[in-house]
C-alpha cells in the first residue's frame, strides 16, 4: 500500500474515532446536526396542532352558519304561523259547519259579526266572530242571545276584521292577512 494513502487512512480513523468520542473540535458539527434535527421534530409537532386549529375554526363556523340558518327558519316559521292564526282559524270553523244557510251577518258591538249557526237537537247555536278591544273574538251562544264579548275567546290580536261573500267564496280579514274558503254547498256538496 502506498505510505501517502496509508496516512490518509490514518487521518480518517482518527476523525472517527474523535466524533464518536466527543472530540472539542468535532462538538460544533455534531450540536449544529442536533439542532437541525430538533427543528425538523419541532414543525412535525406543530403540524398536527395547526390541523387541529384549522378543524376548530371549520367547525366553529359551521356552527354559527348552522345557528344563522335555524333562526332564519325559524323566524319564518313563525310568521307564516302568525299569518294564519287569525283567519285561518276563522275559515276553518267555517269550513266544518259548511251547509246551506249555516253562515250569516250579524252587527257585533264595535261592527259586524261573521255568525256560523249550528243547528242541534237541544236547540240552535252560534259561533260568533267579531272585533272586541283590539282583538277578534270568538264567542259560542245560544241563538238569538244578545253578545257577551267577557265570556268571548281571543282569536288574535287584530285592529281589522272584516269579510266579503261571493260566487261561493267567503274572505276573512285580519291585520295577518286574508284567508278564503270555499263554501261546498254552493258547489252542489255537502
Do not use: W
Amino acid at each position: 500500500m502506498n505510505p501517502q494513502a496509508n496516512e490518509t487512512h490514518k487521518q480518517r480513523i482518527h476523525a472517527i474515532a474523535s466524533v464518536t468520542q466527543g472530540a472539542p473540535s468535532n462538538e460544533k458539527g455534531a450540536g449544529a446536526r442536533c439542532a437541525v434535527q430538533r427543528k425538523r421534530r419541532r414543525r412535525k409537532a406543530r403540524l398536527p396542532t395547526l390541523l387541529l386549529a384549522v378543524f376548530f375554526a371549520a367547525l366553529l363556523l359551521a356552527m354559527i352558519s348552522g345557528v344563522t340558518v335555524y333562526k332564519a327558519i325559524s323566524a319564518d316559521q313563525q310568521a307564516s304561523s302568525a299569518q294564519r292564526e287569525g283567519a285561518g282559524l276563522i275559515c276553518n270553523v267555517v269550513r266544518a259547519n259548511d251547509s246551506k244557510g249555516a253562515i250569516a251577518q250579524s252587527q257585533g258591538p264595535e261592527g259586524k259579526s261573521l255568525v256560523v249557526v249550528e243547528p242541534l237537537d237541544s236547540g240552535t247555536y252560534e259561533t260568533r266572530f267579531y272585533l272586541y278591544e283590539g282583538k277578534v273574538v270568538q264567542e259560542y251562544s245560544l241563538a238569538g242571545s244578545g253578545y257577551t264579548p267577557e265570556k268571548a275567546t281571543e282569536v288574535t290580536a287584530s285592529d281589522t276584521f272584516d269579510f266579503s261573500y261571493s260566487d261561493g267564496l267567503l274572505a276573512v280579514t285580519t291585520d295577518q292577512g286574508t284567508a278564503e274558503v270555499a263554501l261546498r254547498y254552493m258547489q252542489g256538496g255537502a
